[in-house]
């Protein structure tokens, strides 16, 4: 995909978050300039706990060490709502490209840049079950997207939890990650195709996360992660 996949700072602004027993908050945004673009435009309210490791059986690939992340979404929007999420993670952001050549003196530090799309594990969502919490369904990618009723403005939220998984992510060379979310509004924006004046491109309301994980450990601990902060972004 060319360029313009890459993250737009124009409307960003940084996610309030909170934290909810373990749980970080994504608070939604949505600007001025976004309702004069997109009629009943809304935004989902989304939880996550920073990504943790889990040693899983890939069918066809063996034993692999596998990442994951445990979140939950609400919808305060007044109507049901369907998420049908996108979880793209991108190592070293702003590295070179991995298979790309670069001199050294460009990039000192010798990281390059790489993007995982999350994957269907069914074998990681029983370990996850099993560690996160029998008592909750945990929904994957696919089984997640059926309409989410709204939550009464009394009484307790209705909730949907949710996992997602990524996997060859290279331990060593992983030094800061970001993780991209669309799904979680119908809010977009239409750009000239660079390639192309007469075509156009749709960039989707996303957030960004962003993670620090400093060590090189390969069997390393939750704490290894340091979430750094978030942005609702167009990209």
Same mark, same amino acid.
């Given at each position: 995909?060319?360029? *313009?996949?890459?993250?737009? +700072?124009?409307?960003?602004?940084? +996610?309030?978050?909170?934290?909810?027993?373990?749980?970080?908050?994504?608070?939604?945004?949505?600007?001025?300039?976004?309702?004069?673009?997109?009629? $009943?435009?809304?935004?989902?309210?989304?939880?996550?706990?920073?990504?943790?490791?889990?040693?899983?059986?890939?069918?066809?690939?063996?034993?692999? *060490?596998?990442?994951?992340?445990?979140?939950?979404?609400?919808?305060?929007?007044?109507? #049901?709502?369907?998420?049908?999420?996108?979880?793209?993670?991108?190592?070293?952001?702003?590295?070179?490209?991995?298979?790309?050549?670069?001199?050294?003196?460009?990039?000192?530090?010798?990281?390059?840049?790489?993007?995982?799309?999350?994957? *269907? *594990?069914?074998?990681?969502?029983?370990?996850?079950?099993?560690?996160?919490?029998?008592?909750?369904?945990?929904?994957?990618?696919?089984?997640? +997207?059926? #309409?989410?009723?709204?939550?009464?403005?009394?009484?307790?939220?209705?909730?949907?939890? +949710?996992?997602?998984?990524?996997?060859?992510?290279?331990?060593?060379?992983?030094?800061?990650?970001?993780?991209?979310?669309?799904?979680?509004?119908?809010?977009?924006?239409?750009?000239?195709?660079?390639?192309?004046?007469?075509?156009?491109?749709?960039?989707?309301?996303?957030?960004?996360?962003?993670?620090?994980?400093?060590? $090189?450990?390969?069997?390393?601990?939750?704490?290894?992660?340091?979430?750094?902060?978030? $942005?609702?972004?167009?990209?």
């Amino acid at each position: 995909m060319f360029s *313009l996949s890459v993250a737009v +700072g124009f409307w960003a602004a940084s +996610g309030l978050v909170a934290q909810d027993f373990g749980f970080n908050e994504i608070k939604p945004q949505v600007f001025a300039v976004e309702k004069e673009r997109v009629n $009943d435009l809304w935004v989902l309210d989304f939880k996550f706990r920073q990504p943790r490791f889990i040693l899983t059986n890939v069918p066809g690939e063996g034993k692999k *060490l596998v990442w994951y992340m445990v979140y939950r979404i609400t919808n305060r929007t007044g109507a #049901p709502r369907e998420f049908v999420p996108r979880f793209e993670l991108v190592t070293n952001p702003g590295s070179p490209p991995a298979g790309t050549v670069v001199d050294a003196k460009a990039n000192p530090s010798g990281l390059y840049s790489r993007v995982f799309k999350d994957e *269907l *594990l069914q074998k990681a969502e029983l370990q996850v079950q099993e560690r996160e919490g029998r008592e909750r369904t945990f929904f994957n990618s696919v089984t997640i +997207g059926k #309409p989410l009723e709204p939550t009464p403005k009394e009484g307790a939220p209705i909730e949907r939890w +949710g996992v997602v998984f990524w996997k060859d992510i290279p331990m060593g060379e992983t030094k800061r990650f970001n993780i991209y979310i669309t799904g979680l509004s119908n809010g977009y924006r239409r750009l000239d195709d660079p390639k192309d004046k007469k075509k156009e491109v749709i960039l989707r309301k996303t957030v960004e996360l962003r993670f620090e994980k400093p060590g $090189d450990d390969p069997n390393p601990e939750q704490r290894e992660i340091r979430f750094e902060g978030s $942005d609702w972004i167009y990209r």
